[in-house]
RNA sequence: GCGGGAGUCGCCCAGCCUGGUCAAAGGCGUAGGGCUUAGGACCCUAUCUCUUAGGAGUUCGUGGGUUCAAAUCCCACCUCCCGCACCA
C-alpha cells in the first residue's frame, strides 16, 4: 500500500495549529524550554539544517509526551555581512551568484532584481525556511517568532551589549584582519575569490643597522639573532629607501607597501640598488658585532622585507648560500673576510651536532642554494629544533631555555629594546577580494573586544560547564580546551545588518556577539508580537527588571508606560521559562557560537538562570559527501518534503547516524524507510482496540520484551541517542515480533490480535516523536482517541517483565536451534527427535553452580570440592564432566538471564518442552517430538544420550 | 604542533559508554532457490575455516597488559579525518 505522505501530513498538521497545540504559556506544569539556534536566512535550508532542527523537534516531542510544559520558539539571524556581501554581488550581476538563486534556490527572476536590498534576501529566505519548518512538522510555538533587526530585538541587544560593559568585560584595542585596500574593507573568506581565508603570520622585523639606516630582515626565529653572522641581498633587487615613523629604513619595494597598512607612517626617500649594499657591513643589534651583506639569488622581494639574515649553523639555506659565495670569484680583499665567515651555533638539539644546518644539506644531496630540497632540509631543521632543541650558553640570559618557549620571551625582549618591530604577512598569497584587488593585513585600531580572555569569566563559565549536561559527553573536553584558549574577540564591525553599538554609532554589534542570549528575548517577543508592548517602551530599567529583578514594578511601569500587571505577567513568563532546559546546535558551533553563549550567561544572568544542557550534532552527507554548491548535490528540503514526504525525511536523517556523527543521506534510506512504514501503516489499519484475553506463554514473553524495549527507547532518548531509539522501535523490536509471531501460527491462534494492538498502540506512541505525522495517523487507524502527539509516552512497569518467560523462551529458541545445527552437520533427514531433560539432581547442582558462580566464585577445584562436602550434591563426583560443562554454560551467558535463572528455580522443562515444544518443531522440522526426562522409567534412549542432558542444555538425539 | 574523532568478517556500517546473550546486527555485493516468457522488483536460504551430533579453530588497526572471560577496560605505537578565531 502506497501511503499519501502529502495528504496525511497536511491533515495532521492543520489538527494541531487548529488547536493551537504548540503554542506554550506559563502553567504549573515543570516546564522544559528547548531552542535551537536560529538560522541565517541567506539560503534555503537543505536537509543537513533539517538535521538539528529535526533532533530538536523530536527532543521536544518527547519531553511534552513525558508531561512537560514545553517550549519550544524560533527566530531568525539577519545580522552579519554575508547577506550584505550577496546583495553587492547582485548588484554587481554576478553571474554565478545569480544562477545559483535561480537554478539552485528556485528564486524568481523579478525577486532576484529586489535582492539588492540586503533585507529583501532576508525576509525571502525567511518565509521560505519557515515554510519548510512548518511542513517537517516542527512543533514550535510561532507566535514569539522574531528577527534579529526588529527595534524591540535592537533595545535588547544594546541592553545586553551595555550590561556587558557595565561589568568591563568590553574593551577596546588594535587588531590585524585581512584587508582589501580597494573597498576599504576587512575581508573574510566570503569575500574573496575561491573562497579562501586570508590566513597570516607574524613575523619579527630585526633592525640591523646600516650608516644612518635600518636594515630590517624578517624572521620566525628571533632567537637565531645570536647564531646571525651575516646578511643576505638580492643584488638584482632595487630596495626603496623610507621613512617610517621616525626611522629611515631600507626594504624592497613590496615591504614598504605592506607596511602602509600595519599603522606606520610611510615616506617614500628613494631607491638603492641591491647590488650596492654587497660587501658592506652592518651592526648587530645587542651583540653590536659588524657583519657582511652577501648577495643570495634565493632571496624574494615579496617575501619578508627582501633581506634575509643568515644563520648558517641552523638554516640550511643560510649555510647552503655562503658555500655557494665561498666557490665564487670575488676580490682577495673580500674572500678574506667571507672566508672567515663561521657558523655560530646556538641550540643544541638531540640527534644534531654542532652544526645541524650542514648536517641536514649534507644528508638531503642538497645542490645549491636553489635546489628544492632545501624546504625539505628546513622543514626538518626547524621542526626539531623548535619542538626539542634547546638554547645555548652563548644566548646569555636565555640559554638553557627551549626553543618553543625562547621564541616569545626572545621576541618580547627584542622590541622592548627597540630592536625589533612586528611585520604581519599573509601566508597563502594571493589571496584576492571578489572585487579583483590583492589582499594584504590591516591592523585596525579602536576595535571593540569582548575580552574572553578573562580569567574571572572563564572560570565562572568553567563552574557552568561543569554543571551542565553536555550531550554527547565526548564533546565536553572540546568546550573545556576552547575555554582556554579563548583571547579577546572582536565584538563589532563597520558593515552589514545589526544593532549598532550604543556608545559608538559607527560600529555594528557582531553577528555572534548579537546571539548569545536571545533565547531570554523569545519570552519578550510574545508580547511584542501580540502589541502588549512595542520597542520604544523598552528602556534600561525594564529589561534589569525582568532578567535580573532589579528595581521595582511601580517605578518601571512610570519609566516605561507599560502597565504594572503586564511587566508583572512578562516577568513572571520568564522566571517560569528561564533557565534554557537545552540548547541544540551543530558541531561548527562548539567553538564559537555554543562556548560564546556560555560565556554570556554566566557573564550577565545569576547562576540560577545558567543554562542546563548543551546538545550537539553532526552534519550531514549527500551520498557520502559533503553537500557543496559545486558539486551540486545540495537538496533543498523542501524539495525533499514535497518529493518524499516529511516523515521518511526525519526519519532518514535520525536513522543514519547517532549524534555526533556525520549522517549519511541517501536516497536508499528513505525508501527503505518509507516501506517499513508502509507496512507498520498496513499492520495499524487492521488491528482493532481490544483488551488482551488470557495470556499464554509466548503472549507473556513478548509483554515482557515490549516493556524491555520501552525502557531502553526511553533511556536511549533521555541521551538524544535517537539512532538507537528508533533502531529499537522499528528494528530490533521486529525480530522479536516474528518470533512471536511464528510461535502464535504454529498453535494457529486467532486470539492474538489483542495483544497485538497493545503492542502497536505502544510504538505508535514512541514513534510519534521521530514521525509525527503518520504516527497521528496510524494513532486514529488504532481506534485511539485524541492526538498521539499529546498522548502520554509509554511508561516502563517492572511488574509486567515475566522471568520465566523470558527465560523459557530462551530455551526453547536454543532447543531449536540445536536441533537445527545437527541438521545442518549431518545432513540427516529427522524421521524421529527426541529431547531429553535433565533430572533433578543435576538441576540441584545447577543451581548450587549457578549460585556460586554469582557469588564470583569460577574456580572448578574450589567448586568441585564445596559441592562434594556437601551431601546433597557429593554424587557430582561420578561426573566432573557435568560440572566443568555446566560452569562454562552459566559463564557464557549474561549476569541478567543468570539472575532470572536463579530467581525462578522451580521450571519444569519437560513439561514445558511437550506443551510448547511440539507444535512449532513439526512446522520447522516437519516431524513430531518425543520428550523424556533421564530419570523416566520408560524411557527410549537406544543410543544413551540421555545421560548428556543439562540443565537448560537438553539431550537431542534424531533419527 | 595543540585539541578532538575514527580504524570491525569483500564493501558500507552497528556493537565499545554498562566485559559474558559475539563468528559479531543491518544494508550492499555474491551464490542457490521461488516468482517471471526474460529482465527488473519482491520473497526465501547461504555467505571466516574445518566438522556426518548441537563442536572446534582463527578473527574486530598493531603490540603488550588487566580478568575466570576482552571488539568492549588500561598502556604504547601506526594510519586516516576534522577544528585552531573575528566568520555564519
Known amino acids: 500500500m502506497k501511503i499519501n505522505w502529502k495528504e496525511i501530513e497536511t491533515k495532521w498538521r492543520q489538527k494541531w495549529n487548529e488547536n493551537k497545540d504548540f503554542e506554550t504559556n506559563r502553567n504549573d506544569r515543570p516546564k522544559k524550554f528547548i531552542t535551537v539556534a536560529y538560522p541565517y536566512p541567506?539560503?534555503?535550508?537543505?536537509?543537513?539544517?533539517?538535521?538539528?532542527?529535526?533532533?530538536?523537534?523530536?527532543?521536544?516531542?518527547?519531553?511534552?509526551?513525558?508531561?512537560?510544559?514545553?517550549?519550544?520558539?524560533?527566530?531568525?539571524?539577519?545580522?552579519?555581512?554575508?547577506?550584505?556581501?550577496?546583495?553587492?554581488?547582485?548588484?554587481?550581476?554576478d553571474k554565478e551568484l545569480i544562477s545559483n538563486l535561480k537554478n539552485l534556490y528556485g528564486v524568481p527572476e523579478d525577486i532576484i532584481k529586489e535582492f539588492v536590498e540586503p533585507v529583501k534576501i532576508a525576509n525571502y529566505f525567511h518565509q521560505e525556511i519557515k515554510a519548510g519548518m512548518i511542513e517537517m512538522g516542527y512543533s514550535i510555538d510561532w507566535r514569539r517568532e522574531f528577527t534579529?533587526?526588529?527595534?524591540?530585538?535592537?533595545?535588547?541587544?544594546?541592553?545586553?551589549?551595555?550590561?556587558?560593559?557595565?561589568?568591563?568585560l568590553i574593551i577596546q584595542g588594535s587588531h590585524p584582519v585581512g584587508w582589501c585596500p580597494k573597498d576599504q574593507n576587512p575581508v573574510s573568506q566570503h569575500d574573496t575569490l575561491g573562497d579562501v581565508e586570508p590566513d597570516f603570520t607574524e613575523y619579527i622585523l630585526i633592525k640591523f643597522k646600516f650608516e644612518d639606516h635600518i636594515i630590517p630582515t624578517a624572521t620566525l626565529r628571533p632567537e637565531t639573532?645570536?647564531?646571525?653572522?651575516?646578511?643576505?641581498?638580492?643584488?638584482?633587487?632595487?630596495?626603496?629607501?623610507?621613512?617610517?615613523?621616525?626611522?629611515r629604513w631600507i626594504v624592497s619595494k613590496e615591504c614598504a607597501y605592506k607596511l602602509e597598512f600595519l599603522d606606520k607612517k610611510i615616506t617614500y626617500d628613494g631607491e638603492i640598488k641591491g647590488s650596492e649594499?654587497?660587501?658592506?657591513?652592518?651592526?648587530?643589534?645587542?651583540?653590536?658585532?659588524?657583519?657582511?651583506?652577501?648577495?643570495?639569488?634565493?632571496?624574494?622581494?615579496?617575501?619578508?622585507?627582501?633581506?634575509?639574515?643568515?644563520?648558517?649553523?641552523?638554516?640550511?639555506?643560510?649555510?647552503?648560500?655562503?658555500?655557494?659565495?665561498?666557490?665564487?670569484?670575488?676580490?682577495?680583499?673580500?674572500?678574506?673576510?667571507?672566508?672567515?665567515?663561521?657558523?655560530?651555533?646556538?641550540?643544541?638539539?638531540?640527534?644534531?651536532?654542532?652544526?645541524?644546518?650542514?648536517?641536514?644539506?649534507?644528508?638531503?644531496?642538497?645542490?645549491?642554494?636553489?635546489?628544492?630540497?632545501?624546504?625539505?632540509?628546513?622543514?626538518?631543521?626547524?621542526g626539531k629544533e623548535f619542538y626539542g632543541g634547546k638554547l645555548k650558553l652563548n644566548t646569555e640570559q636565555f640559554?638553557?631555555?627551549?626553543?618553543?618557549?625562547?621564541?616569545?620571551?626572545i621576541k618580547d625582549w627584542l622590541i622592548k629594546n627597540k630592536h625589533a618591530d612586528i611585520l604581519l604577512e599573509l601566508t597563502n598569497t594571493p589571496v584576492r577580494c571578489r572585487c579583483g584587488a590583492k589582499c594584504v593585513v590591516k591592523i585596525l585600531n579602536n576595535q571593540w573586544f569582548l575580552n574572553y580572555g578573562d580569567s574571572d569569566w572563564k572560570e565562572l563559565a568553567t563552574k557552568c560547564f561543569d554543571s551542565m549536561n553536555i550531550l554527547p559527553q565526548e564533546i565536553r573536553s572540546e568546550f573545556n580546551y576552547v575555554i582556554g584558549w579563548l583571547r579577546e574577540r572582536a565584538c563589532a564591525r563597520q558593515h552589514g545588518l545589526g544593532t549598532k553599538l550604543p556608545w559608538d554609532k559607527d560600529w555594528i554589534v557582531e553577528s555572534l556577539s548579537d546571539s548569545v542570549i536571545y533565547m531570554a528575548y523569545y519570552i519578550i517577543s510574545k508580547f511584542v508580537n501580540n502589541k502588549s508592548i512595542v520597542s520604544d517602551n523598552l528602556s534600561k530599567e525594564f529589561f534589569d527588571y525582568i532578567f535580573l529583578d532589579k528595581g521595582d514594578s511601580e517605578k518601571v511601569s512610570t519609566i516605561t508606560k507599560i502597565s504594572i500587571d503586564i511587566i508583572n505577567e512578562i516577568k513572571k513568563e520568564f522566571q517560569y521559562f528561564y533557565p534554557v532546559d537545552s540548547r541544540h546546535s551543530g558541531r561548527d558551533l562548539v567553538p564559537n557560537h555554543l562556548t560564546f553563549f556560555v560565556l554570556n550567561h554566566v557573564a550577565i544572568f545569576p547562576q540560577s538562570n545558567w543554562p542546563r544542557e548543551i546538545v550537539v550534532n553532526g552534519s550531514v552527507l549527500m551520498n557520502g559527501s559533503k553537500m557543496s554548491k559545486s558539486m551540486g548535490n545540495i537538496i533543498p528540503l523542501r524539495k525533499a518534503i514535497s518529493?518524499?514526504?516529511?516523515?521518511?525525511?526525519?526519519?532518514?536523517?535520525?536513522?543514519?547516524?547517532?549524534?555526533?556523527?556525520?549522517?549519511?543521506?541517501?536516497m536508499e534510506s528513505v525508501s527503505g524507510i518509507q516501506n517499513k512504514i508502509e507496512m507498520l501503516f498496513v499492520e495499524c489499519s487492521r488491528l482493532k482496540a481490544k483488551i488482551p484475553e488470557t495470556f499464554e506463554a509466548e503472549d507473556k514473553w513478548i509483554k515482557s520484551k515490549t516493556q524491555n524495549m520501552i525502557l531502553q527507547v526511553t533511556l536511549a532518548v533521555e541521551k538524544m541517542r535517537l539512532r538507537e531509539a528508533l533502531h529499537d522501535i522499528l528494528f530490533s523490536f521486529e525480530s522479536d515480533?516474528?518470533?512471536?509471531?511464528?510461535?502464535?501460527?504454529?498453535?494457529?491462534?486467532?486470539?492474538?490480535?489483542?495483544?497485538?494492538?497493545?503492542?502497536?498502540?505502544?510504538?505508535?506512541?514512541?514513534?510519534?516523536?521521530?514521525?509525527?505525522?503518520?504516527?497521528?495517523?496510524?494513532?486514529?487507524?488504532?481506534?485511539?482517541?485524541?492526538?498521539?502527539?499529546?498522548?502520554?509516552?509509554p511508561e516502563f512497569s517492572q511488574s509486567e517483565v515475566d522471568a520465566t518467560a523470558i527465560q523459557s523462551e530462551e530455551y526453547l529458541k536454543s532447543t531449536i536451534e540445536d536441533i537445527s545445527k545437527i541438521l545442518k552437520v549431518t545432513k540427516i533427514i529427522p524421521q524421529k527427535i527426541i529431547v531429553y531433560t535433565a533430572d533433578l539432581f543435576k538441576s540441584k547442582v545447577y543451581h548450587s553452580i549457578l549460585e556460586k558462580v554469582m557469588t564470583g566464585q569460577t574456580n572448578m577445584g574450589i567448586i568441585m570440592k564445596e559441592l562434594i562436602s556437601n551431601p546433597d550434591t557429593q554424587e557430582v563426583k561420578k561426573i566432573p564432566d557435568f560440572v566443568q560443562k555446566t560452569i562454562k554454560d552459566i559463564l557464557s551467558e549474561p549476569t541478567e538471564i543468570r539472575r532470572m535463572k536463579l530467581e525462578s528455580k522451580k521450571f519444569d522443562e519437560k513439561s514445558f518442552l511437550m506443551n510448547e515444544l511440539a507444535e512449532i518443531a513439526k512446522k520447522d522440522f516437519g516431524v513430531g517430538i518425543q520428550v523424556f526426562s533421564e530419570s523416566d522409567s520408560d524411557i527410549y534412549d537406544p543410543k544413551e544420550k540421555a545421560r548428556h542432558a543439562r540443565p537448560f542444555k537438553p539431550a537431542i538425539l534424531i533419527e
Open 148 to 168: 534579529t533587526i526588529d527595534p524591540a530585538y535592537s533595545k535588547f541587544i544594546e541592553w545586553q551589549i551595555n550590561t556587558l560593559r557595565e561589568k568591563n
Open 42 to 93: 541567506n539560503s534555503p535550508q537543505h536537509i543537513g539544517h533539517g538535521r538539528t532542527y529535526t533532533l530538536a523537534d523530536v527532543h521536544a516531542r518527547f519531553y511534552r509526551m513525558r508531561g512537560f510544559n514545553v517550549l519550544f520558539p524560533m527566530g531568525f539571524h539577519y545580522t552579519g555581512t554575508p547577506i550584505l556581501g550577496m546583495a553587492k554581488r547582485v548588484e554587481a550581476n
Open 737 to 793: 515480533l516474528s518470533w512471536y509471531m511464528k510461535r502464535a501460527n504454529a498453535k494457529n491462534r486467532t486470539n492474538i490480535s489483542g495483544i497485538l494492538y497493545y503492542i502497536h498502540s505502544t510504538r505508535i506512541a514512541m514513534l510519534s516523536p521521530f514521525a509525527p505525522h503518520i504516527a497521528e495517523e496510524m494513532w486514529e487507524k488504532l481506534g485511539n482517541l485524541g492526538m498521539v502527539s499529546l498522548s502520554k509516552w
Open 399 to 409: 640559554s638553557g631555555i627551549k626553543v618553543s618557549y625562547a621564541k616569545d620571551t
Open 277 to 382: 649594499l654587497i660587501g658592506k657591513t652592518v651592526t648587530v643589534p645587542h651583540r653590536n658585532e659588524s657583519i657582511l651583506m652577501l648577495p643570495a639569488s634565493f632571496v624574494e622581494s615579496e617575501t619578508g622585507t627582501g633581506v634575509v639574515m643568515s644563520v648558517p649553523a641552523h638554516a640550511p639555506f643560510d649555510y647552503q648560500a655562503l658555500i655557494d659565495f665561498k666557490k665564487s670569484k670575488m676580490e682577495p680583499e673580500l674572500f678574506t673576510k667571507v672566508n672567515a665567515i663561521t657558523p655560530i651555533s646556538i641550540i643544541e638539539t638531540e640527534g644534531y651536532g654542532e652544526n645541524p644546518a650542514k648536517e641536514a644539506v649534507e644528508r638531503f644531496g642538497v645542490i645549491d642554494q636553489n635546489d628544492p630540497k632545501l624546504e625539505e632540509a628546513t622543514k626538518e631543521v626547524y
Open 643 to 666: 518529493d518524499h514526504g516529511a516523515d521518511p525525511i526525519r526519519l532518514a536523517i535520525i536513522i543514519s547516524a547517532e549524534l555526533l556523527q556525520d549522517a549519511d543521506f541517501n
Open 225 to 247: 639573532i645570536f647564531g646571525v653572522v651575516n646578511l643576505w641581498i638580492n643584488p638584482e633587487i632595487i630596495y626603496k629607501k623610507i621613512t617610517v615613523d621616525d626611522q
